[in-house]
């Protein structure tokens, strides 16, 4: 199985920071690499696919980049609905594996 | 607009069965690859299978620790997709996701939380 892997497991930040979430895969997955967003009791939301492009509606502030086994989501500037948890999941084998997640929280 | 709504879900003891249920509307149903993904309490996502397209034969993949145990269906005159659940474990108390499997899961549904106790 491929283990997903995230940094760091929480980070606190203030609205308008610029925030990096790196993921690593313990073999490489080429860009098959999706980056969700949870908020509580809530369901997870799609924001980055195939590794660098944007689902439709998610603001342009999200980014994701990496190919292989080192990927990064990055938040350009941090608005006050960001506040979540962040899973990456790859989809190049099965079973397919999610992060842990990475909690990013108001400072 | 993709919309897709889990049901089914309650209080199993230890060893029982359950069948969840998820009911899909705004796209072609037929035309896509269809997973499950669980949540248990407080805790990260976990995969837990596949059901591929008719043009693919319906074939499933699952995680290992469901296979035997868990088996997904689908019905694409009904638009809908199943889980069946035997032989449940207190590991598998979590919440169900319905989800749309393309570059990775593009669309969720709202979950339905199954609970393993005696």
């Known amino acids: 199985d491929i283990q997903m892997t995230q940094s760091p497991a929480s980070l606190s930040a203030s609205v308008g920071d610029r925030v990096t979430i790196t993921c690593r895969a313990s073999q490489g997955i080429s860009g098959s690499l999706t980056w969700y967003q949870q908020k509580p009791e809530t369901a997870p939301k799609s924001l980055i696919y195939d590794a660098s492009s944007l689902q439709g509606g998610v603001p342009s502030r999200f980014s994701g980049s990496g190919s292989g086994t080192e990927f990064t989501l990055t938040i350009s500037s941090l608005q006050p609905e960001d506040f979540a948890t962040y899973y990456c999941q790859q989809y190049k084998s099965y079973p397919y594996t999610f992060g842990p997640g990475t909690k990013v929280d108001i400072k | 607009e993709v919309q897709l709504v889990e049901s089914g879900g309650g209080l199993v003891q230890p060893g029982g069965s359950l069948r969840l249920s998820c009911a899909a509307s705004g796209f072609t149903f037929s035309d896509h690859y269809m997973d499950w993904v669980r949540q248990a309490p407080g805790k990260g996502l976990e995969w837990v299978g596949r059901i591929r397209n008719k043009a693919k034969s319906h074939t499933t993949e699952y995680a290992a620790s469901v296979k035997g145990r868990f088996s997904i269906s689908r019905d694409d005159s009904k638009n809908s997709m199943y889980l069946q659940m035997n032989s449940l474990k207190i590991d598998d108390t979590a919440v169900y996701y319905c989800?749309?499997?393309?570059?990775?899961?593009?669309?969720w549904g709202q979950g339905t939380l199954v609970t393993v106790s005696s």
């Open positions: 989800v749309r499997g393309f570059s990775g899961f593009d669309s």
